[in-house]
């Protein structure tokens, strides 16, 4: 059998770069399944309001209804599964109103001091909301700087500006619980 050189490239790095680790997938999955529980709280008729699958309507519908414990968490299982091929800005969009104005707007402040000041303001937040992942926060805020350090476009920025945002308003849903 072939024995894998001792040393690796840059290439061998640049090829993982972006991809997720399974903790990450793993921890991802739990996030899903907690927006889950938080959009199966919502009236039947502002589910199906909901733009998205109609099998993810029927799923949060029939999560409603489910009472004994074991079955309602492999059914937030299902929905966490299908809400990964959903819009995460459209559910989150759905799930704001139940935060308000003013927890967005502090939100929006919170992911302005983590992109400035990184770890001290991470380790703050961390405190703050017990769901958060450290290392997802900081693997988020790094790609903004190397965005900014490469002179990506102002889309690319804003789309991970965005990721970031969007990982921050998950976890302060999740954390209110």
Do not use: C
């Not at 008729?45 to 029939?62: F, G, H, S, T, Y």
């Not at 009472?67 to 309602?72: F, I, L, Y």
């Amino acid at each position: 059998m072939a024995r894998r050189p001792s040393s690796y490239t840059e290439e061998d790095f640049e090829s993982l770069e972006g991809r997720a680790s399974k903790t990450e997938q793993k921890k991802a999955v739990q996030r899903m399944a907690a927006l889950g529980e938080q959009l199966a709280t919502l009236s039947p008729k502002q589910i199906k309001n909901l733009p998205v699958e109609e099998r993810l309507i029927d799923a949060l519908l029939d999560a409603q209804s489910i009472t004994s414990h074991e079955a309602r968490r492999r059914q937030f299982q299902r929905v966490g599964k299908l809400l990964r091929n959903e819009n995460e800005s459209v559910i989150l969009s759905y799930l704001t109103p139940k935060q308000g104005l003013k927890k967005t707007a502090q939100l929006n402040r919170w992911v302005e001091r983590i992109i400035k000041d990184g770890d001290p303001v991470i380790n703050d937040f961390t405190k703050t909301y017990n769901a958060t992942e450290r290392h997802t926060l900081r693997q988020l805020v790094l790609r903004i700087h190397r965005d900014i350090a490469k002179q990506a476009t102002e889309e690319e920025i804003a789309a991970s500006k965005l990721k970031l945002f969007n990982y921050v308003q998950q976890v302060a849903l999740i954390s209110d619980n």
